[in-house]
């Protein structure tokens, strides 16, 4: 099978801000790029409703329309976009081999992996229903939609604490559910948020439930595990900062991790330990985690993928 199988010069998996960027950018340097969706075309943006902090958009954008946006570019240039999910790869050789849908063999010469990360969420049904309608798994994204408004937020690591800290100096008041007696962050993020007057923290509490009109959510249900009391705070906005999982699984035999599954790249590139592949956006990024630092790493990415096919090709003639 292999021997048939089909040989590009660059493969894009996944279709967030960062593969889009790669694809616009490879495409437009004749890589004739081909990139693969994966199950939901888009990425964690088709989730979102409203982004304001895009650059370019001064009246705002829905994730879902950016994205779309972003695949026509692509596609105006020449990337082929296909839907399809990548169920194992082969980074063995020179040549890189990545299986899609578990038939199709493609053979590539360098691969960008802008697989994403994913926001991990508590497990709730109403958490769900609400997704999006005032609840978020980004501060950053959609904080600004609260400001001088309640908010609640859940978890206890260094994201809720940042998060905490930010969404503090737009709100109200924050709610900060810790579920155990103690921070899991670390002491200079706990520092700040012990030293910011407007973030109330709740030990030992969990949510219960996202209570709301049908619309939008006014209140969050709490229990305290210790005492066994169940409280509604009124709330417009609930954030879930209970960690990220990165898209890597595929990987893992191949590719250098950290502790957490993030890719490793060399600092100040997008270049893993293997050579020809390339990681961008949120999959190698578990500090900035936005849309436009995505997108730049898109865009680093396709670059040093065409030097890195340019050097090749150069050995070759010389
Ligand atoms: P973490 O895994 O570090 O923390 C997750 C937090 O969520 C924990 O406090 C955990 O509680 C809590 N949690 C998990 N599940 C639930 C649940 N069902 N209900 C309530 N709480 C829950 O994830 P982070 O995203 O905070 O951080 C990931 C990594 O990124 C870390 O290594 C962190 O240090 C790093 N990071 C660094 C930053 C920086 O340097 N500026 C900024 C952000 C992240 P419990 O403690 O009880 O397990």
């Known amino acids: 099978m292999s021997q048939l199988a089909e040989h590009v010069k660059c493969?894009?998996?996944?279709?967030?801000?960062?593969g889009y960027t790669a694809a616009i950018y490879a495409a437009r340097a004749d890589m004739h790029p081909i990139l693969y969706t994966g199950i939901v075309p888009g990425g964690q943006l088709t989730q979102t409703t409203e982004v304001d902090n895009f650059p370019g958009y001064p009246e705002g954008i829905t994730g879902p329309v950016m994205m779309q946006d972003l695949q026509k570019q692509a596609e105006k240039f020449g990337t082929e976009v296909r839907f399809g999910y990548v169920t194992s790869v082969d980074f063995s050789g020179p040549?890189?081999?990545?299986?899609?849908?578990?038939?199709?063999?493609?053979k590539a010469d360098t691969v960008i992996i802008a697989t994403g990360a994913t926001a991990k969420w508590l497990g709730l049904e109403s958490e769900q229903k609400y997704n999006g309608f005032g609840v978020?798994?980004?501060a950053v994204c959609d904080g600004?939609?609260?400001?001088?408004?309640?908010v609640a937020i859940v978890g206890a690591g260094d994201t809720a604490a940042e998060e905490a800290t930010y969404?503090?100096?737009?709100c109200r008041k924050v709610h900060m559910?810790?579920?155990?007696?103690?921070?899991?962050?670390?002491?200079?993020?706990?520092?700040?948020?012990l030293n910011t007057p407007n973030i109330?923290?709740?030990?030992?509490?969990e949510a219960k439930e996202v209570l709301g009109d049908g619309q939008v959510v006014n209140?969050?249900?709490?229990?305290?595990?210790?005492?066994?009391?169940?409280?509604?705070?009124?709330?417009?906005?609930?954030?879930?900062?209970?960690?990220?999982?990165?898209?890597?699984?595929?990987?893992?035999?191949?590719?250098d991790m950290d502790i957490n599954g993030y890719l490793v790249t060399k600092p100040g590139s997008t270049q893993t330990n293997r050579e020809g592949i390339f990681a961008a956006g949120d999959v190698q990024d578990h500090i900035f985690r936005q849309a436009i630092t995505a997108a730049g790493s898109g865009c680093m990415a396709a670059l040093e993928a065409e030097r890195y096919l340019a050097a090749k090709e150069h050995m070759v003639l010389n």
Do not use: Q
């Open 167 to 170: 969404l503090a100096k737009l």
């Open 95 to 106: 040549v890189h081999e990545v299986t899609i849908d578990e038939t199709t063999v493609i």
């Open 177 to 193: 559910l810790v579920r155990r007696d103690e921070f899991r962050a670390s002491k200079a993020m706990v520092h700040r948020v």
């Open 200 to 205: 109330e923290i709740h030990y030992n509490t």
């Open 136 to 138: 978020s798994a980004c």
């Open 144 to 150: 600004f939609f609260y400001r001088g408004e309640d």
């Open 11 to 18: 493969l894009i998996i996944g279709s967030g801000p960062a």
């Open 219 to 255: 209140a969050l249900r709490v229990l305290n595990n210790v005492t066994g009391e169940e409280s509604d705070i009124p709330v417009m906005g609930f954030f879930v900062a209970i960690g990220h999982k990165p898209n890597t699984e595929l990987f893992t035999d191949w590719l």
